[in-house]
Each structure stands twice: as C-alpha cells, then as structure tokens.
C-alpha cells in the first residue's frame, strides 16, 4: 500500500466496478439502492465521456482497485463527492484518507467553494469520520427508496476557507500509512 492512484472511469473496469456497486452492503448504504444492470452501467460510462460535471475514478492501491471516488457538480460552486469499497475489510484509515482527498481534489483540481456530501442516517461509519475530522452535519432531508422505504439523509458541507484552517490538522490526525497516502495520490490522464 504505498500509492493510491484515481483512475478515471472507462468500459474496461465496467464490470469490476459494477460488481462492487451492486453488492448488497453498498446498496444498503447508497442514495439509490437499486441494481444496475451492465447496460446501464456502461451507458453510463459512455455519458462520463461526455459529461465534465461528473467525474468518476477507480482508486487503486498499488495495482489492485479497492473502490470508487465521485465527484459531481463540478464546475459549479459545489461539488459533491461519494464513495464506496470493493470489501468490507479496509486499511485503517483509508476513508479517511478519501475525505482528505476528495477536499483537495475538490478545493485545488476543481475549484470548488464547497465540497458536499450525503449520508444516510443509518450509515454510521461516516458519520463518526466527518465528526472526527471536525466536519459538520449542516442539514438533514428524507427520501423514499426503492420499495416505498423512507429513510433520513445527513448533508455535509465543507467550505474552502474552513478546509484551509482545518487542512493541516486533519492530516495529522490521519494514521501514517493513510496520511502517506492522502499527501501522495495521483490522478492517472485521461486517454
């Protein structure tokens, strides 16, 4: 684990990157809990091509992907950003070291003013990492997701100048080997 790479989205990964995102725990934990067919996964991806308010990357470590990093509402004020895993069984810190990431890919790639996410209520692994690392929950809405069921989102927001004060100390608080990983990411080109 000594390199996390983001690299973009393309037909080749299609199917890897759909199997993690159709697992049931991602489902449970996602916005949209629904399955996604292939064809639907790779008209997607056809769309991404086209679309630069979206970006959406495959992180590697090393050489084996672990997950997906996404950024919509790029080139707008906010952004919002996600992710999901490939397994339940992570590195310590690694979605720590995500937000980290996703704040600087937001406030120095993007340009960004604020950087959002949102989470479910039930989703408390998130939760604690936003409040660990001094990021608020700044309002909360219900949706109803596939099969009538209602559930509470929990919206995040991070401002540029607040990411600023709190850059510094946020990545101290990260373990070494995450800390490693979030000063030294790349962004593989696009093709």
């Known amino acids: 684990m000594n390199c996390l790479t983001l690299v973009p989205f393309s037909k080749d990964q299609a199917e890897l990157t759909l199997s993690w995102r159709n697992q049931q725990r991602v489902r449970e934990n996602s916005i949209n809990d629904q399955q996604i067919a292939l064809e639907a996964h790779l008209a997607f991806i056809e769309q991404l091509q086209q679309d630069s308010s979206r970006e959406y990357f495959v992180i590697k470590l090393g050489c ?45 790639h993007i340009d960004a003013e604020r950087l959002c996410s949102e989470v479910l209520a039930h989703n408390k692994q998130p939760q604690q990492m936003n409040a660990w ?59």
């Open 133 to 191: 690392l001094g990021i608020p929950v700044t309002g909360q809405h219900e949706i109803v997701r596939s099969g009538g069921v209602q559930v509470s989102v929990l919206e995040y927001t991070l401002g540029r100048e607040q990411w600023r004060e709190m850059r510094e100390g946020m990545l101290k608080k990260l373990p070494s080997s995450a800390r490693h990983l979030a000063q030294t990411y790349t962004i593989e080109n696009r093709t």
């Open 64 to 108: 084996k992907g672990t997950g997906v990093i996404s950024f919509t509402g790029v080139g707008s004020a906010d952004v919002s950003w996600g992710c999901y895993f490939a397994q339940d069984t992570l590195i310590p810190g690694l979605f720590a070291a995500l937000l980290f990431i996703a704040a600087d890919h937001a406030f120095t």
